[in-house]
């Protein structure tokens, strides 16, 4: 029989979380990655309801039982406690169920954990990587972060410091000393990973952007060396000399900087274009499942226009598909909705859009044909957007699996050109009306320009994708030490960026030269507001970065990790210039709170300027928060006279 699992969800713990981090909560995802390991056969979660009630059809869609834990501040671990007792009556009596995941970063739990490894059960956490207790982690056999689970932790993982690779090198080390005293050497891939495991729970090479644990283990071979015998690889320290048995396998990347590059430009123009899409979450390889949503998706909105919310409909086509007997997550149908979504195929009537409010067609939309072909042009779009050439028979066989159906790909070209959203100049398609470098016409990001401008290259300085990324790298290992080299490694990174996709140098992109400009403005304004004290010199920037990192872009995924401090940082700077300090760590909703009703008019006054601003470069980061403060619950009429106050910016 499979191994079964136990889910148990701490539900506040995680939820706020997800709120406060403005992911979009998702627990179907974390439920799919669960049931990769094994059967399920339960699955609990804890939490008021009256509180999360808008997660409650998700939860119930999932077969997850809603345990409810009423909230009362005199009793503020009931549900801790609840929880615990579960698990651990399900230990006692249901000795077929192996393996228990928490779902939690609440380091109360650790005990909980403990109990269960006496009980001989294999203990699987899994939290936010920013907030669960150390505890939490070593307690458990294996603990993986929720951002991994939710497919962000690779992009993530660019901003990593360096303390978390030498963290993994002297981990590593450990893993390797362990069998060297128990005359384990070579020890295979496989135990070796099992052992720094043990040392480190949370280890995953997921979490450094590596999609196989011997992929990371190749940017270790100053440490180790790796051996093949007969089907299997064995990896010994670097000094070893192994038995005749045992061959040398060469890594595959030798002469790479023994900092981990998570995040790598391929040359293979169908590389390049899978990497788009999959950072845009966009479903781009079975053809025949995306049609036939895209098109039920039509059907619906035809028949019940404006009647039902994202969420609804989303739900109502699950239930369809189970029914014929097809497995299609509502993931997968979100990923396909948000194809429409991106190519503005729908309308939400003055409406924000949201998954909570009532939808209904574009006007534009006039057939099925129509709505599909606007949807599936996304993937054009979003190749023209970052700046890359269309290569028409490898976009067919990427989005049709056919290198032939080059009319498929003219038919997308042709609708975007309708639309007026790209142009033809030359050989290459452009965004309509844009310069060849597009970011020039963006007001926001006029501070940036101007400085890569005035930025003056080093002699002999090699002017190549590759040595734009390698000084990005730098930079971003720079960040966590010093600002000003972080920044000045940045801008360098930009300027040459910047020279390569001027000069249409081979594998030059346009989005890496607006990650590298994302990169440059966080770096920037934490020089100019924490290194330099000049808060409103550091605004630009700020702006700058939130003007690049919206949710329709490929960057969102990459800096998301940066959207949350930065944000928080911005109105905290208010304040200090006002000489007014944010005490603790704050949200971003709590900070505009702070600000929005502080007793100092100025200060309130700057707050509603600076926020305008922001408003007008991203509303949809605006617009959240006024979400995220509706959603606190407090007693206070002032959480939502700021959330009507962050509406009327986003009418202006």
């Not at 009931?78 to 230990?91: K, N, P, Q, S, V």
């Not at 290992?477 to 930009?494: I, M």
Request: proline content about 4%; aromatic content about 10%.
């Amino acid at each position: 029989m499979s191994n079964q699992l136990a889910v148990f969800i701490d539900f506040e713990n995680v939820a706020l979380w997800a709120e406060q981090e403005f992911l979009d909560f998702e627990i179907t995802t974390i439920m799919e990655f669960l049931q990769g390991r094994g059967p399920v056969v339960i699955k609990r979660a804890y939490g008021d309801w009256s509180r999360f009630s808008r997660y409650r059809d998700q939860l119930l869609n999932n077969s997850i039982d809603l345990i409810q834990m009423y909230s009362l501040r005199a009793a503020k671990n009931r549900a801790d406690i609840r929880m615990a007792m579960d698990a651990l009556e399900t230990a006692i009596t249901r000795d077929k169920i192996e393996t228990f995941v928490i779902v939690s970063g609440d380091s109360d739990f650790g005990p909980l954990v403990s109990k269960l490894r006496e009980y001989g059960r294999y203990t699987l956490g899994v939290g936010p990587r920013d907030v669960t207790h150390p505890l939490l982690v070593k307690a458990c056999d294996e603990f993986v972060y929720l951002e991994t689970v939710l497919g962000e932790a690779p992009e993530i993982s660019a901003e990593r410091s360096q303390g978390d690779q030498e963290a993994a090198r002297a981990l590593l080390r450990k893993a390797l000393s362990v069998h060297s005293q128990r005359v384990e050497i070579p020890v295979s891939v496989t135990r070796l990973k099992q052992t720094m495991m043990q040392i480190d729970p949370a280890f995953n090479e997921v979490h450094f952007g590596y999609n196989q644990f011997r992929n990371w283990l190749e940017d270790y071979s100053d440490q180790m060396q790796m051996f093949s015998k007969g089907l299997e690889l064995y990896v010994a320290p670097i000094e070893y000399q192994p038995p005749a048995e045992f061959t040398l396998t060469p890594f595959k990347t030798t002469g790479r900087s023994r900092s981990p590059q998570p995040i790598q430009i391929p040359r293979d123009i169908e590389q390049q274009y899978t990497q788009i899409f999959s950072r845009l979450k966009m479903t781009a390889t079975d053809f025949a499942t995306r049609r036939d949503v895209l098109r039920d998706i039509y059907r619906e909105l035809t028949d019940q226009s404006g009647e039902r919310t994202t969420d609804q409909l989303l739900d109502e086509l699950r239930e369809q598909y189970e029914g014929q007997g097809l497995i299609r997550s509502k993931t997968t149908l979100r990923q396909i909705w948000q194809m429409g979504f991106r190519q503005r195929a729908y309308n939400y009537k003055g409406e924000y859009a949201s998954v909570h409010v009532p939808v209904w067609l574009s006007d534009e939309v006039k057939s099925e044909a129509d709505f599909v072909k606007m949807a599936e042009s996304g993937f054009v779009y979003a190749v023209i957007h970052a700046g890359l050439q269309v290569k028409k028979a490898n976009l067919a066989n990427i989005l049709v699996g056919d290198t032939a159906q080059i009319e498929y790909i003219d038919t997308l070209l042709e609708d975007l050109q309708a639309r007026k959203l790209i142009e033809r100049s030359g050989e290459r398609y452009v965004l309509a009306g844009k310069d060849s470098i597009p970011l020039v016409e963006d007001a926001a990001l006029a501070t940036i320009i101007k400085d890569i401008d005035e930025m003056d290259l080093p002699e002999n300085i090699e002017i190549t994708p590759a040595a734009a990324r390698t000084m990005a790298r730098t930079a971003m290992v720079q960040r966590s030490q010093d600002f000003a080299a972080a920044a000045r490694n940045s801008l360098l990174a930009c300027k040459m960026q910047w020279e390569a996709v001027s000069n249409n140098i081979d594998g030059a992109s346009l989005e890496d030269l607006r990650w590298y400009m994302a990169s440059y403005a966080s770096v920037k304004a934490g020089e100019q507001s924490q290194v330099h004290r000049d808060y409103a010199g550091s605004r630009p920037y700020y702006l700058a970065f939130f003007s690049l990192v919206t949710e329709d872009d490929p960057l969102w995924t990459r800096m998301r990790g940066l959207v949350n401090p930065m944000l928080s940082y911005y109105w905290a700077n208010a304040g200090r210039e006002h000489g007014v300090t944010v005490a603790g760590k704050q949200t971003p909703a709590q900070t505009a709170m702070f600000a929005a009703t502080h007793s100092n008019k100025d200060l309130r006054a700057l707050w509603v300027e600076i926020t305008q601003s922001l408003a007008d470069v991203n509303p949809l980061l605006v617009s959240r928060v006024a979400n995220q403060l509706r959603l606190t619950r407090t007693d206070s009429p002032e959480y939502e006279q700021v959330a009507r106050q962050l509406d009327q910016m986003l009418n202006q």
